[in-house]
């Protein structure tokens, strides 16, 4: 069946430029997770989402990046006035059921490599 | 912050032989799981052991788990070029699930 995506793929940006990045989780998945990957490091935990509530918002690094999910499927990553030490590629994660004690696998999608210039 | 550590971070190997990886992390955990990343690809799950477990296999993949020690390592027996790719250990925090990773080893297999 269909995985997670995430669009567009690559973003180049030029530096206090907004952008808007898009996840498309697997249908029923009831948690979603969007994670920031340095270059040569591991990803690292921006926020979560259990259907339309953002339950955790707490590795987001600024104010300048806002995440929804105003439906409870698609969520989108906006990072506004973007500066160079935001690129990174941006992963994002679904999970059937997810939260406290949940331990369920997380799919990801292939990720958007962003790239502020 | 990253939860845990990775040894080697880069590991080079002929096709055929066998492949070690180690990972450490910093606090109890439920399960461990380790993940797979190819050039430009998102992670791929491969196998999740859970705290009362000491060994699992799956294929060619063996991993272990000492939580006395806070380790697990991940073989990868009969190595293929295609297993190239970095490998991450991660463990996920209880209040979300969210998944803590370590900074991955990079494995390299010659034809």
């Known amino acids: 069946g269909a995985g997670v995506s995430q669009s567009p793929r690559y973003k180049v940006a030029k530096r206090g430029q907004d952008v808007a990045l898009r996840c498309d989780p697997i249908s029923g998945h009831v948690s979603l997770f969007w994670y920031q990957q340095a270059l040569g490091q591991g990803p690292e935990f921006l926020t979560y989402f259990q259907n339309e509530a953002q339950l955790d918002k707490s590795g987001l690094p600024s104010d300048r990046f806002f995440a929804e999910r105003p439906e409870g499927s698609v969520s989108t990553l906006k990072i506004q006035r973007t500066q160079q030490e935001d690129s990174a590629v941006y992963l994002c994660?679904?999970?059937?059921?997810?939260?406290?004690?949940?331990?369920?696998?997380?799919?990801f999608g292939p990720g958007t490599r962003l790239t502020v210039l | 912050s990253q939860q845990g550590e990775e040894d080697p971070q880069a590991l080079s190997i002929q096709e055929g032989e066998n492949a070690t990886m180690n990972c450490s992390y910093k606090t109890s955990i439920n399960n461990l799981q380790w993940y797979r990343q190819n050039s430009g690809r998102g992670l791929v799950h491969l196998i999740l052991?859970?705290?009362?477990?000491r060994e699992k296999h799956s294929g060619r993949l063996r991993v272990t788990l000492d939580t006395s020690k806070k380790s697990s390592s991940l073989l990868i027996t009969a190595s293929r070029a295609a297993d190239t790719a970095s490998y991450f250990c991660a463990t996920p925090r209880e209040i979300n699930n969210d998944m803590r990773f370590g900074a991955g080893t990079r494995l390299t297999v010659k034809p």
């Open positions: 052991i859970r705290s009362n477990e």
């Open positions: 994660a679904s999970s059937l059921v997810g939260g406290q004690g949940a331990w369920d696998t997380q799919y």
